[in-house]
């Protein structure tokens, strides 16, 4: 079945960097877009950023410049490299496959 598990989350200061991985299993990896969303509390989820299969990339406005998306196919991995990042990142962040979600990993910006 499909399993998608998030890792690489944790605290980290303002300004710093984290990289979450998404390990996929269960079906064909690189014939999928990818993506990553975020949901912080007592709001909604959001999305962050996708990659096609072709490798095109896509990013909310509030992360384009800062954070990175990019896919592995070999390792049917999917990765979100987050630099410069602010409090207004924290959230769970969660790796997206259509209608298919991982259990997620969190990330705190705190000083």
């Known amino acids: 079945q499909v399993q998608l598990v998030e890792s690489g989350g944790g605290l980290v200061q303002p300004g710093g960097s984290l990289r979450l991985s998404c390990a996929a299993s269960?079906?064909?990896?690189?014939?999928?877009?990818m993506g990553w969303y975020r949901q912080a509390p007592g709001k909604q989820r959001e999305f962050v950023a996708g990659?096609?299969?072709?490798?095109?990339?896509v990013y909310a406005d509030s992360v384009k410049g800062r954070f990175t998306i990019s896919r592995d196919n070999a390792k049917n991995t999917v990765y979100l490299q987050m630099n410069s990042l602010k409090p207004g990142d924290t959230a769970a962040y969660y790796c997206?496959?259509?209608?298919?979600w991982g259990q997620g990993t969190q990330v705190a910006v705190s000083s």
């Open positions: 997206n496959r259509a209608q298919r």
């Open positions: 269960g079906f064909i990896f690189s014939k999928w877009t």
């Open positions: 990659v096609t299969t072709g490798g095109s990339t």
